[in-house]
């Protein structure tokens, strides 16, 4: 018999109020069970609501989990917005998170808990205790449940065939993927999938005979909690577009472009669901090989789009601009770069000119020294390795040759410390604060970056300053009142900086 405690940090009357209105805004932020059927299900179930009585609220999927609940069959509690991205100051163990989501526990080079938490400059005893005391349980258990709920989206979202469903959720072998599959939720993988062929999942607008088949996509859906504009992601994303390396539709609001992920090369398209709140992506792999890696890629492309903020929250954080005046849309998130080595690249030659200059340098640069791919009929080009920008000439490019130098440089650190850190970087001639702090907020989606010293910014803190009747007259008073507002806005700095850009006239022409 399950055996359930409530464990929220939600208040149960809001939770209960959610439920009951099927609110998309707090999926994934909580999770009910249910004591009399032994399931757990999302804020959006469409089954009947049960009695109250006869529930209990979880605030991850993983402490439902740990009481003998199992995932609904209908609201899939697998593919929900990830809430774990949103846990504060407690940077060890999202890094511990980070880490184990990226495979470091699992596949045929797995790693041991006493290793993941030297990397983490901790015992493996306190590593246990960070995850018993912030999720309810242990790191080796979380990794394999996060492999179990990867593999129930694979089920029933694609086509794949067990044995690639087992390769791209780290599991061995089948037979072991089989075995822990039917221990812990109670059926077998094709038990699941049968089921899953008689629900009533949206299918994804792109089919086979839409998009050129010369190697077959994998299709998957992504949630996320609204509000969400993708409308100006997409216009962000267009007014820098790469030729051969980015793919925009207008009309249909597709994107796509290249990818390098830990050395995994693709093409995805993206574009957002028109019923439901995801977004449908569809995943070219260069090498058939590398599906090992597809949940690697999946949490990259939640990183790109910035699927897993809470605007609700964020929101919250923007009061000091809101006070003044200024139109907050509280859809607007984070468009990230490919890659954070990407970013940085952009910063550079983004110094000193319009984006429509620096778009034509980085059209350039990826033209002259990015590797070409073959895929969905098309050629296309990834972004430039390090390695490649580290002993490039960069004649074709018409900017100043310490810009140049400076590019080389940041080519040649980043490929001799791969493991490096924007913040590293400093080191490096040419590369200075702006550019490490763009890098971090576009590179690794930083939700805390506010870019005071950015022209654009400071210009518009200056309207909104002299509108409200208090204007900033001198640069030390600027620097005072700025960092009174990161304070203020903090741990949210980067929303707050792409809020400032979106009021300006002149913020289309930045970032």
């Known amino acids: 018999m399950v055996q359930i405690n409530s464990d929220c940090n939600i208040a149960a009357q809001i939770c209960q109020q959610a439920r009951l209105s099927r609110d998309a805004r707090f999926d994934g932020q909580f999770f009910t069970g249910v004591i009399t059927t032994g399931i ?15 529930v209990r609220y979880f605030d991850s999927a993983i402490k439902a989990a740990n009481v003998g609940l199992r995932p609904c069959l209908r609201c899939r509690p697998d593919s929900a917005p990830s809430s774990f991205a949103w846990l504060g100051t407690q940077t060890t163990l999202m890094r511990a998170i980070t880490l184990i989501e990226q495979g470091y526990l699992t596949g045929e080079n797995a790693g041991t808990i006493v290793k993941l938490a030297d990397k983490l400059g901790i015992t493996s005893r306190y590593l246990n205790k960070l995850f018993n005391q912030g999720l309810g349980t242990s790191p080796k258990r979380f990794a394999l449940y996060q492999q179990l709920m990867f593999a129930k989206q694979l089920l029933h979202q694609t ?6 469903v087992a390769m791209a959720a780290g599991f061995n072998s089948i037979r072991r993927f089989n075995e822990i599959f039917k221990q ?17 999942d949206v299918t994804h607008p792109y089919k086979d005979n839409q998009v050129s ?36 539709d207008d009309i249909s609001g597709r994107y796509g472009r290249t990818f390098s992920f830990n050395g995994v090369e693709g093409v995805f398209y993206i574009s957002p669901n028109a019923d439901k709140p995801q977004l449908d992506v ?20 939640r990183r790109m789009f910035d699927l897993d903020a809470d605007m609700e929250v964020i929101q919250q954080a923007l009061s000091p601009i809101i006070k003044l005046g200024a139109k907050i849309d509280s859809g607007l998130r984070i468009p990230a770069a490919g890659s954070v080595f990407e970013a940085a690249c952009r910063a550079v030659l983004g110094q000193q000119v319009s984006v429509v200059q620096a778009t034509k340098l980085l059209n350039l640069l990826v033209e002259s020294y990015g590797e070409t791919l073959f895929i969905d009929g098309k050629t296309w080009q990834l972004f430039p390795t390090a390695q490649a ?41 040419g590369i200075g604060p702006w550019t490490v702090a763009y890098a971090n907020m576009r590179g690794l989606s930083d939700p805390d970056v506010f870019l005071s010293s950015d022209l654009v910014i400071k210009n518009r803190l200056h309207a909104l300053y002299e509108q409200s009747g ?22 949210w700095g980067s929303y707050l900086t792409f809020q400032l850009w979106d009021n300006d006239p002149v913020a289309a022409k930045n970032g």
């Not at 757990?40 to 006869?54: L, M």
């Not at 086509?159 to 690639?164: D, F, I, N, R």
């Not at 999938?193 to 629900?199: A, G, L, P, V």
């Not at 920008?389 to 074709?396: C, F, H, K, P, V």
């Open 213 to 248: 088949t010369n190697i077959k996509p994998i299709t998957l859906a992504l949630s996320y909690r609204p509000p969400f504009n993708w409308a100006k992601m997409l216009a962000f994303y267009a007014f820098r577009q790469v030729d051969n390396m980015e793919v925009i």
């Open 159 to 164: 086509q794949l065939s067990m044995t690639e």
């Open 389 to 429: 920008i580290a002993n490039a000439s960069l004649d074709e490019l018409k900017m100043p040759g310490a810009r140049k130098l400076a590019l080389n440089a940041l080519g040649q650190f980043v490929h001799q410390h791969a493991d490096s850190t924007p913040d590293d970087w400093l080191s490096v001639k």
């Open 184 to 200: 812990e939720l109670l059926l077998t993988p094709s038990e699941l999938r049968q089921k899953s062929r008689h629900s009533t």
């Open 40 to 54: 757990y299900c999302r804020s959006i179930c469409p089954a009947p609501a049960p009695y109250e009585k006869n």
């Open 282 to 301: 569809s995943i070219y792999l260069a090498d058939a090989n590398d599906i090992k890696s597809l949940h690697y890629i999946t949490l990259q492309l």
């Open 470 to 491: 208090i204007p900033i007259e001198t640069p030390k008073s600027y620097i005072s009142i700025a960092a009174d507002i990161a304070t203020q806005a903090s741990p």
